[in-house]
């Protein structure tokens, strides 16, 4: 049963260019939604979180959207550039600190 | 900064053997510690939860007496793969938290487990 669903393996931008990485998760009581970058061989990396209470958070070129009503949220990163390839997952915190992850989408931003 | 350490980065054991992998949060005190598996191309699963001085709390499925885990300190939590067989292969990768509930965890960059 996978809670938090990326639908999207893999998607691919051109640099400059708009990325939207979507996110999908199943459990109402989710009320806290993070995004990682994920290196391969390396641990995730912090990017930006979003609470239920709130249905958008900006930090510079990156802005997380959250629709409760449609259990949805994406990350948009604009303008993407080459280093912004990687890994990309969403995880959702069930109320006590432990996330659940999608499967992730790789990012691939060509210059 | 929150940086956690994990050692070793990579490990290759024979079948039998048993592994012990350590978690450090370098510059903050961890009240929490969550050790994380990751099969290729797949998402990160928790395997259980850990604070300071008391017995992890292990998600359903994951065998305790198979994955011990210690959080002997605020700064140190090890995982420990007891009697490796090579279906344990897998990049194993902890992470720390501050505070409990919803505080943002910092990664460590993972340990790759081979058993051959």
């Known amino acids: 049963d996978q809670q938090v669903k990326q639908n999207s393996p893999s998607l691919s931008v051109q640099e400059g260019r708009i990325s939207i990485l979507n996110c999908d998760y199943t459990?109402?009581?989710?009320?806290?939604f993070l995004w990682y970058k994920k290196y391969p061989a390396e641990g995730p990396t912090f990017l930006i979180s979003?609470?239920?209470?709130?249905d958008k958070n900006e930090d510079g070129r990156f802005t997380v959207f959250l629709n409760k009503s449609a259990k949805h949220l994406s990350l948009h990163i604009v303008p993407s550039q080459p280093g912004d390839s990687a890994v990309y997952f969403c995880?959702?915190?069930?109320?006590?600190?432990?996330?659940?992850f999608g499967q992730g989408t790789e990012l691939s931003v060509k210059p | 900064g929150a940086v956690v350490s994990q050692h070793p980065s990579w490990v290759i054991c024979k079948s039998g053997t048993s592994v012990k992998i350590e978690c450090r949060s370098l510059?903050?005190?961890?009240?929490?510690m969550f050790w994380y598996r990751q099969f290729p191309k797949q998402s990160l699963m928790l395997m259980a939860t850990?604070?300071?001085?008391?017995?992890?709390?292990?998600e359903q499925g994951v065998e305790k007496d198979k994955f011990l885990i210690n959080h002997a300190s605020l700064t140190l939590s090890t995982l420990t793969v007891t009697s490796a067989h090579p279906e344990d292969s897998s990049f194993y990768i902890c992470?720390?938290?501050?505070?409990?509930?919803?505080?943002?965890?910092?990664f460590g960059p993972g340990t790759r487990l081979l058993v051959l």
């Open positions: 992470s720390a938290s501050r505070l409990a509930g919803q505080e943002t965890q910092y």
């Open positions: 459990n109402s009581m989710f009320d806290y």
């Open positions: 979003i609470s239920s209470i709130k």
């Open positions: 995880a959702a915190d069930n109320q006590g600190g432990k996330l659940i």
């Open positions: 510059d903050f005190q961890a009240t929490t």
């Open positions: 850990s604070n300071e001085g008391s017995k992890a709390t292990y």
